[in-house]
Structures are given as structure tokens and as C-alpha cells.
């Protein structure tokens, strides 16, 4: 599948949707004077081509998740795609990213308590072959948490479009 090609309707879309994700398309369809078809249209094409989802986002400690951590692998290099494959198995991984530096990989999980925390350090990742080592952060508290990506701020004002 060919990426998107993000004209500047989208990216007012988008700009939209991230400022207020429950704008109806009637609305949005106004401020950018188009359809409402084409509103709809143009929604359904970004979340079919990965570009956008929409969903509640909760913050975790509000929800009684009361472990937030993150976490930092060194793998062994031919261990790798297995790695990654048994750690985006584990339901309670919210973000696995490949980085650069010290480490290989870095994870954020979401636990209910740091007893669960052990028994996933402990226990779940040392079946995991090639993980050579772990070092763990727990998230004392949220300060900022966004989803705006893009940045497509720009592309709208307050009181309507811009140009």
C-alpha cells in the first residue's frame, strides 16, 4: 500500500481532530467548507491508511494502574526480531520502540502494582532468549502526556480556518 499523500484538507483535518477529537464531521465540514461527504470520506481514508486512530485515551494512575514504568533492554543482535516479537505479545507493553545509545529497545508497560512489576521482570522476561539485560524506570507522576504528533497546529485558528 502507497502511503498517503497528505494535501492540505488533511492536514486541517488532522489539525481539527487533535485540537478536538469528538468534533462532529457537520462541524469540521463547515470550518473547512467542504462537504460533509468529504469530511467522512477523508476521516475513513486516514484511519484506513494507518495515519490516524480514534479512541478514549485514559491516563493510567487515574485508572488504578498504579505502575507505570519503563523500561530499557539490551538484546543480544541475533535475538533481536524475536525479542521484539515476544515483548509486543505481552498485553501489558503500551509502547516497545527500537532506539540508539546504550540500549537497544525501550518499553513502557502498565501494571496495577510493582508486585506484578517483579513477576514480569523476573519471570516473563527471563524466558525471553536474547535479552541480555534490563534497567527499569517507574513513572512517579504525569506531568504532560500529548497525542498531537503533527504538526499541524498552523493550519487553524481559533475563530476559523487559515488560509
Do not use: C
Request: glycine letters at 8%.
Amino acid at each position: 500500500m502507497q502511503p498517503l499523500v497528505l494535501d492540505d484538507l488533511y492536514k486541517k483535518i488532522l489539525a481539527y481532530l487533535q485540537q478536538e477529537g469528538r468534533m462532529t464531521f457537520v462541524t469540521l465540514a463547515a470550518y473547512l467548507g467542504v462537504s460533509e461527504g468529504t469530511i467522512r470520506k477523508r476521516v475513513k481514508r486516514l484511519e484506513d491508511n494507518g495515519v490516524m486512530k480514534t479512541m478514549g485515551v485514559t491516563d493510567p494512575l487515574q485508572m488504578g494502574l498504579d505502575t507505570v514504568a519503563f523500561i530499557w533492554f539490551k538484546v543480544d543482535r541475533h535475538y533481536m526480531d524475536s525479542v521484539i516479537a515476544s515483548l509486543s505479545a505481552l498485553d501489558v507493553l503500551r509502547y516497545l520502540v527500537v532506539t540508539t545509545g546504550g540500549h537497544d529497545l525501550v518499553a513502557m508497560v502498565v501494571l496495577p502494582n510493582r508486585t506484578k512489576l517483579v513477576a514480569l521482570l523476573n519471570d516473563e522476561f527471563a524466558n525471553i532468549e536474547g535479552i541480555i539485560s534490563t534497567e527499569t524506570s517507574i513513572v512517579l507522576q504525569i506531568h504532560k502526556q500529548i497525542y498531537d504528533w503533527a504538526p499541524f497546529g498552523h493550519y487553524i485558528e481559533k475563530d476559523g480556518v487559515q488560509g
